[in-house]
C-alpha cells in the first residue's frame, strides 16, 4: 500500500463530522501554526515540500503564496477553487463531500499563511448537496472556536464563507472565479495584475485548489521535507486521480506521484484493468483538455521508458508523443469508443462554456464543434481535417484565458494521433451511420480501409 | 426577435429575506453585489425553479444593484432558468465520460417514455428534460442531477423508479 495524505482517514466511520474529525487528530495542523509558527515559517514549510498546484496548471504553491502583496496595507484572501469542471474530473467532490473538515482545517492554516482574515470556497452551482456539507462544517469549526475572532488565543481572526456557483466551466479559471465571487458574469481579467496584486474586490488574493489546500495541514503536521521525500523528483507528494470510461473500478484514488501508468490501470488495487474483453484504445490523463493517447503511448514513452504518473513522465516527448498529468482526469477507452465522436463531444463542451470576450476562442470553438459534427455524420470533406487542424492552431495561445488552449489540445492531438480515423469517417459515411459504429466493427478491423497521413 | 412575456407569482416569505440577509452578511459592507449568485439560487429554488423579470427586479432593489446588473448575471449561468420549467427537471450529463458508459442511451430512453424531447416539458408541467455538460460525476456514469442531488450509476429500471417517485411526491428537491 502507498502512503495516503489526503484520504488515511477516509473510511475511519463519522469522519465526515467534527467530533470524530477531531478525534482522528483534526485541527492539528492549526493548533501547531497559529502557536509555534509565524505564517512565513508556514509558507516556507509549504515551499520546501514542492507541492504544486492540483487543479491543473500545477504551479509551485509555495512560490504562488509567496507572491501575494503584504505591503499594500489592503485586506487580503485566499480564495479556494472548488468550480470542478474539467470533464473527467470529480476529485474534489470527493473530499469535500467525505471529509469536509480537512478543508476548513486547510483553508484556516493556509489562510494564516497569508494573512487573510476573510477568506471563501467558491463551489460549483451543481454541487449544492456539497455546499451544504460545507455550510453545516463551518458552522461547526466556528463553533469549537477554529474561526472568529482571536482563534486559540492567538490574536489571529478568520471568518470564511462558502459561496455558490452557477453553472460555468469558466469560473474555474482562477479570475473569471475572482468575477464571479464579485457578483458578475463569469470573463476571465487580462493578466498582470496578478491576483496576488490585485484578485477579490482588487485586494491581494490566492486562488487554489481544493487538493491543494488539503493537503497543507499534512505539511505542517509533519514538515515540508517530509512531504517532498514521496514522490519523485520534481513531482512531490500524492495526487488524487478520479479515473472514469471503460475501465473496471472507476472512482476516486490517491496515488504517490511515481507509480507506474501500467500498475494505475492494471492492478486490483487501482483500477483493474479495462471493464470487459475490449481492448484498450486511448487514454486521456489529466481532463478534457489535455491530449488524447494512443494505446502504444500509454504505459511507455516514445523512448521506451516506462510511463509513469508525474508531470514529467505525463508530458515526456512534449505534444507529439506525450500528455499532461493535469488536474489527474483519466479517461480510458476502449476500441468501442470513436475518436471522432470524443473529439466532437469535448469540442461542443468548450463551445457552450467559451464565454464569449474572445474572438478566437469564442467564433473557432463553434466552427469546431460544427466541422467534427459534420465529418461524425457522414458530411465531412477530405478538407475538413486541415480547417480543423488550421482553426485550432489559430486559437491556442490568442486567448485572454486557457480556455482557448484547453478547447484546441483535444482536437490537435486526436488528428495528430489519430487522423486515419477521420479520413475513414470522410471517406466511408455509409459506415458511420449508426451511433456506435465502432461497437458492432471496432476501427482496427477497418483500418486498412485509409492510409494515414501526419501531418505537424 | 420577439420574447415571450412570461408571469410569475412573486412571493418573498419573510424565512426567504432572512436567508438572502444571512447570505449578504456574508461580504463586506458595500459589497453585497457579491451575494447575488447564492440569493438567485435561493430565490429560485423559492419560485418554482425559474426567475422572471420581475422577480429578477426585485432581486436587484434587494441588493441595490441595477436591474442589468442581475440580467446579465442570468443570461450567463446556465443554472438560472428564464421561463418557466417543469416541477421536477431531470439535467444529463452528456459529456463524452458519461457518453461511454451509455448516457446517450439513457436520454433516449427517458425521453421515448416521457414523449418529450430534450429540452421540453410534459404538457403537465411535471417533468423537464435536458442534457447537460459535464456535472462531474464521471466514474458513475450514465447520471443526472435532479434539484440539489445527483442521480447516478443509471439504469433503465432506476429512471422509471424516480419517474414513479416524483409522481407520488416522494422526491426531496432542496435541501433547506
Known amino acids: 500500500m502507498s502512503q495516503k495524505i489526503l484520504l488515511d482517514k477516509i473510511n475511519i466511520p463519522g469522519i465526515k463530522t467534527y467530533e470524530v474529525y477531531r478525534q482522528n487528530g483534526g485541527y492539528a495542523s492549526v493548533e501547531k501554526a497559529l502557536k509555534t509558527l509565524t505564517p512565513d515559517e508556514v509558507t516556507e514549510e509549504v515551499k520546501k515540500s514542492g507541492l ?17 502583496d503584504k505591503k499594500s496595507g489592503r485586506p487580503r484572501h485566499l480564495v479556494c477553487n472548488a468550480d470542478e469542471s474539467e470533464p473527467g474530473t470529480f476529485k474534489d467532490r470527493f473530499l469535500m463531500e467525505y471529509i469536509p473538515h480537512l478543508l476548513i482545517e486547510g483553508m484556516i492554516t493556509s489562510s494564516y499563511a497569508l494573512g487573510a482574515n476573510l477568506s471563501y470556497i467558491y463551489i460549483r452551482g451543481e454541487y449544492m448537496w456539497v455546499f451544504k456539507i460545507l455550510e453545516r462544517a463551518i458552522a461547526e469549526a466556528k463553533a469549537a472556536g477554529w474561526l472568529g475572532k482571536n482563534i486559540l488565543g492567538s490574536g489571529y481572526d478568520l471568518e470564511l464563507h462558502v459561496h455558490c456557483g452557477a453553472g460555468a466551466y469558466i469560473c474555474g479559471e482562477e479570475t473569471a ?29 490566492v486562488v487554489n485548489n481544493v487538493e491543494t489546500i488539503a493537503t497543507v495541514p499534512w505539511i505542517v503536521n509533519n514538515s515540508g521535507d517530509d512531504y517532498a521525500k514521496i514522490g519523485i523528483g520534481r513531482s512531490t507528494g500524492t495526487k488524487l486521480i478520479s479515473a472514469s470510461g471503460h475501465i473496471k473500478n472507476p472512482g476516486v484514488y490517491e496515488i504517490e506521484l511515481g507509480l507506474s501508468v501500467d500498475e494505475f490501470m492494471n492492478s486490483d488495487e487501482y483500477l483493474g484493468g479495462m471493464s470487459s474483453s475490449r481492448p484498450l484504445k486511448a487514454f486521456v490523463p489529466g481532463g478534457s ?12 514513452t516514445a523512448n521506451g521508458e516506462d510511463r509513469l504518473m508525474t508531470y514529467e513522465s505525463l508530458s515526456d516527448g512534449g505534444f507529439a508523443t506525450g500528455s499532461m498529468l493535469g488536474s489527474g482526469g483519466f479517461i480510458v477507452y476502449n476500441d468501442t469508443a470513436c475518436v471522432v465522436r470524443n473529439t466532437w463531444n469535448f469540442a461542443r463542451f468548450y463551445h457552450h462554456e467559451s464565454c464569449g470576450q474572445c474572438t478566437p476562442c469564442r467564433e473557432g470553438t463553434g466552427w469546431l464543434e460544427k466541422i467534427l459534427w459534420r465529418i461524425e455524420n457522414g458530411q465531412g470533406r477530405e478538407e475538413d481535417i486541415e480547417l480543423l487542424w488550421s482553426i485550432q492552431s489559430k486559437i491556442e495561445g490568442n486567448t485572454i484565458c486557457p480556455l482557448g488552449d484547453a478547447a484546441s489540445w483535444p482536437v490537435a492531438a486526436a488528428i495528430r494521433h489519430f487522423r486515419d480515423e477521420f479520413e475513414y469517417h470522410v471517406r466511408f459515411p455509409e459506415k458511420i451511420k449508426n451511433r456506435d459504429h465502432f461497437v458492432a466493427e471496432p476501427f482496427s ?7 494515414g497521413k501526419v501531418i505537424v | 426577435m420577439e420574447r415571450k412575456h412570461y408571469k410569475q407569482e412573486i412571493n418573498m416569505t419573510e424565512a426567504l429575506i432572512a436567508r438572502i440577509n444571512e447570505l449578504i452578511s456574508h461580504y463586506p459592507e458595500g459589497k453585497q453585489k457579491s451575494a447575488l449568485l447564492p440569493v438567485l439560487h435561493e430565490v429560485q429554488d423559492a419560485h418554482n425553479n425559474w426567475l422572471s423579470i ?11 444593484i441595477k436591474p442589468i446588473e442581475v440580467y446579465e448575471v442570468v443570461t450567463f449561468y446556465t443554472m438560472f432558468n428564464q421561463k418557466p420549467i417543469g416541477k421536477y427537471m431531470f439535467e444529463f450529463c452528456q459529456t463524452s465520460c458519461c457518453c461511454l458508459n451509455g448516457a446517450e442511451n439513457i436520454m433516449d430512453y427517458t425521453s421515448e417514455k416521457l414523449g418529450i424531447k430534450m429540452g421540453e416539458t410534459t404538457p403537465d408541467g411535471m417533468f423537464t428534460i435536458a442534457g447537460v455538460e459535464c456535472l462531474g460525476a464521471c466514474g458513475y456514469a450514465p447520471m443526472m442531477q435532479l434539484g440539489d442531488f445527483y442521480k447516478e450509476k443509471l439504469t433503465e429500471e432506476k429512471i422509471d423508479q424516480i419517474i414513479a417517485d416524483c409522481r407520488d411526491d416522494k422526491i426531496i428537491l432542496h435541501d433547506k
Open chain 1, 52 to 68: 504544486r498546484g492540483r487543479g491543473g496548471a500545477g504551479f509551485p504553491a509555495g512560490m504562488k503564496w509567496s507572491f501575494i
Open chain 1, 177 to 205: 472565479l475572482i468575477e464571479s465571487l464579485e457578483g458578475k458574469r463569469g470573463n476571465p481579467r487580462i493578466k498582470p495584475p496578478f491576483p496576488a496584486v490585485s484578485g477579490l474586490w482588487a485586494n491581494p488574493t
Open chain 1, 289 to 300: 483538455s489535455v491530449p488524447i493517447l494512443p494505446a502504444e503511448l500509454i504505459f511507455k
Open chain 1, 445 to 451: 478491423q477497418v483500418k486498412h480501409l485509409v492510409g
Open chain 2, 54 to 64: 420581475e422577480l429578477q427586479d426585485k432581486v436587484a432593489e434587494i441588493l441595490q
